[in-house]
């Protein structure tokens, strides 16, 4: 069974851009997560979103948006690009998001390079 | 005050050692709590969940202390193989079911040989 996929892998983007990011998750999975790690650093939570509709927000500035599609799929856009953005950009899938019991599954991520 | 607090280490540790990592969290009303591990330039995968109770999964065990609001991870008999970065995690879900997830910033640990 497919894992959590992520794209881009790479990337690299210069200040003032925008950037999209895309997440599959695991089939069957209703609720996808996004989350930020910066070298040296835990990841940081960005959004959660189940059904579509969003659950959870991080301390993130309105620059950073994300949606999920009808087959659970989800996008994190990121506009006005910072050198500070640059990061490992991680997105999890989880089975049922308002369950406080229940495991992240991680995708490998999307690097993402601001010059 | 960060909302979870871990010891960045390294810890340096030869195989068959014992060590404990400890992670603390500064929202009362936390509900859930894990430890994931991280391999060098890879995802974070769940190790195991932490409950009231205490859990027990192999060389690893697991504790919570709400009162104290402190977790702990104890490998008993270390191998090479659990060279990683220990992340602790603390979930919470308000009355409107929105959830935020926080991480730890990692305890790294080296097992040498």
């Known amino acids: 069974d497919a894992g959590v996929t992520q794209s881009p892998t790479h990337l690299i983007k210069t200040r003032g851009q925008h950037v999209t990011l895309r997440c599959s998750p695991i089939?069957?999975?209703?609720?996808v997560s996004w989350y930020q790690q910066v070298l040296g650093q835990g990841p940081q939570f960005i959004f959660q979103y189940y059904e579509k509709e969003e659950r959870g927000r991080g301390n993130f500035p309105d620059r950073f948006s994300a949606r999920q599609f009808p087959n659970y799929s989800s996008e994190l856009n990121v506009n006005a690009l910072l050198l500070g953005d640059s990061a490992l950009y991680l997105c999890a899938s989880s089975l049922n998001g308002m369950a406080n019991t229940g495991e992240l599954f991680f995708g490998e991520g999307s690097r993402l390079t601001v010059l | 005050r960060k909302e979870v607090e871990q010891d960045p280490g390294p810890f340096n540790v030869p195989e068959g050692a014992t060590v404990a990592f400890n992670c603390t969290y500064s929202?009362?009303?936390?509900?859930?709590f894990f430890w994931y591990r991280q391999d060098c330039r890879k995802e974070p995968k769940l190790l195991m969940s932490v409950y009231s109770s205490g859990n027990e999964d192999g060389r690893f065990t697991a504790q919570l202390n709400r009162a104290s609001q402190y977790i702990s991870l104890l490998i008993r008999d270390s191998k090479l193989s659990d060279s990683a970065t220990y992340l602790c995690?603390?979930?919470?879900?308000?009355?409107?079911?929105?959830?935020?997830?926080?991480f730890g910033i990692g305890t790294k640990l080296q097992v040498i040989p």
């Open positions: 929202n009362s009303a936390s509900q859930s």
């Open positions: 089939s069957g999975h209703k609720s």
């Open positions: 995690v603390v979930r919470i879900r308000n009355s409107g079911g929105y959830q935020k997830v926080t």
